[in-house]
């Protein structure tokens, strides 16, 4: 049986500018500044996890590529240059994470790149107490632009420890509720989500509350611990390089009042369990189709795909990089609205 009682904590690195010498687009580039630079930032990801452990946690999580290569993987003029980081930069990673996790008894969950045999993922790792490895997670839905170097994952797989059942996403995977439900339907009752982006409160409750599970995100601001009932525990809002934890009972999270209505009309208390008993699977076909009536409302095709559109994207991505690096204003922005 799971600990009832259990520390969760997630962290959160502010964001750092990379330095132009660590930027294969500048060119004071050099590939021992990048691999300086990483193995700062895997080291400063690994003191927060370890202010974790010494705060009680039983299970911290990390941000997206705590290694910092986001800037090698959508390099395309020499691709050797992040084949080369993720392959070192992944061993060292491997090292430093699971020796706090051993050291401070505690689950971690990071988030790097690495090879397996000649293929790339983007991969949460959970590690045990005594620092092993316990499972993995290969990064599901790749924004456009990772795809040029990295293979997409095809699961949401969930980990037995002693905390509870513990599955994994990272970043864009939670633009799919789709995701938080396949963790959830494969026993999760902890996700962990580390990202570079950061989500909305909005969708990180919603994601809770849908799948009625332990909602743990970690990212540059805003990383949040929310409940089973979609309310927010812990919050880092706007701090710098911190840590927040949350005291939860896992196995009873999901428990109705005794007075609940629901519980008088169906005999099940648990809110988790009478939602799985009274799923309607032959009712969700559109879910799993490979075009949905949705999608016919629009013309086939329109992401850049093959070299040659890659290469256009690629360009323009570049010149605009070029700019910034230049001092000069930016044209592109991830502002998902004009709105905004």
């Known amino acids: 049986m799971p600990q009832e009682n259990v520390c969760l904590a997630t962290t959160q690195q502010s964001y750092r500018e990379v330095p132009p010498e660590a930027m294969p687009f500048s060119d004071k580039f050099s590939l021992q500044a990048a691999r300086d630079y990483a193995r700062q930032q895997i080291e400063?990801?690994?003191?927060?996890?370890?202010k974790a452990g010494a705060a009680g946690a039983d299970i911290a999580v990390a941000g997206e590529d705590i290694a910092?290569?986001?800037?090698?993987?959508?390099y395309l003029d020499d691709t050797s240059i992040f084949r080369t980081l993720v392959a070192e930069t992944a061993a060292h990673a491997h090292e430093?994470?699971?020796?706090?996790?051993?050291?401070?008894?505690?689950?971690?969950?990071?988030?790097?790149?690495?090879?397996?045999?000649?293929t790339i993922f983007?991969?949460?790792?959970?590690?045990?107490?005594?620092?092993?490895v316990v499972g993995r997670y290969h990064k599901v839905h790749l924004p456009v632009y990772e795809t040029w170097q990295v293979t997409a994952g095809d699961s949401f797989p969930a980990f037995e420890t002693d905390i509870g059942v513990v599955g994994m996403l990272i970043c864009y995977d939670d633009m799919w509720s789709e995701s938080a439900a396949a963790c959830a339907l494969n026993?999760?009752?902890?996700?962990?989500?580390?990202?570079?982006?950061?989500?909305?409160?909005?969708?990180?409750?919603?994601?809770?509350?849908?799948?009625?599970?332990?909602y743990l995100t970690s990212t540059h601001f805003g990383s949040r611990?929310?409940?089973?009932n979609g309310k927010v525990l812990a919050d880092a809002g706007d701090a710098r390089d911190a840590i927040v934890t949350a005291d939860v009972n896992v196995t009873t999270a999901s428990l109705a009042p005794e007075n609940f209505w629901e519980y008088l009309y169906?005999?099940?208390?648990?809110?988790?369990?009478?939602?799985?008993?009274?799923?309607?699977?032959?009712?969700?076909?559109p879910l799993l189709a490979a075009r949905p009536p949705a999608l016919e409302a629009y013309p086939a095709g329109g992401v850049a795909a093959t070299p040659e559109a890659i290469q256009e994207v690629y360009q323009k991505q570049?010149?605009?990089?070029?700019?910034g690096l230049r001092g000069e204003k930016q044209y592109y922005t991830w502002k998902w609205s004009a709105d905004e």
């Open 44 to 50: 400063e990801h690994a003191a927060l996890l370890a």
């Open 122 to 132: 983007n991969s949460a790792v959970l590690y045990g107490r005594r620092g092993e």
């Open 96 to 118: 430093v994470i699971a020796a706090v996790a051993r050291d401070k008894g505690l689950h971690i969950v990071a988030c790097f790149y690495e090879l397996e045999g000649d």
């Open 68 to 74: 910092h290569l986001s800037y090698a993987l959508i």
């Open 318 to 323: 570049k010149e605009d990089f070029l700019r």
């Open 225 to 228: 611990i929310v409940a089973p």
């Open 187 to 214: 026993g999760a009752r902890i996700i962990c989500h580390p990202s570079a982006a950061s989500p909305a409160e909005h969708r990180v409750r919603t994601r809770a509350g849908d799948e009625q599970v332990f």
């Open 266 to 285: 169906s005999g099940i208390r648990d809110h988790r369990e009478r939602h799985l008993k009274l799923r309607r699977p032959d009712s969700y076909g």
